[in-house]
């Protein structure tokens, strides 16, 4: 009996990641929004943001990232999808470029037409 649960008490459940895709400036803010609603520890790697607690399962994980994405308002041009134990925030396809609409500079109106004569 004890050589059957070190086998299986040694089994380690993958770490929980957040692959943060092109938002590497919110990183931060997503460790400290992770940490004080899951009451946890994350540490932070070059691209990706981990968490160490085997309690938390990933689709908790997943809830409170898109809760961050929700509150930050990044919800119009990103959104999470979850991989296995990574949680990604992806970009939507559109959203690549920030293009502002010119406003045209249409003719002015005359005396006569803006009075409706």
Known sequence: MGATRLLF???KEPQL???LGDLQS???????????RLKTVVSQ???KVTL???KLSSSELFHAVKK????RGLNATH???IEGSTVKINRFKGQDKKKEKQKKNGSHQTLTQSWGL
């Open 45 to 47: 790697g070059k691209d």
């Open 52 to 54: 160490n607690d085997e």
């Open 9 to 11: 008490k040694h089994k």
């Open 68 to 71: 961050f994405v929700y509150h």
């Open 79 to 81: 959104w999470v999808s």
């Open 17 to 19: 990641q957040v692959d």
């Open 26 to 36: 919110e990183k931060e803010k997503l460790s400290s929004f992770l940490e004080s």
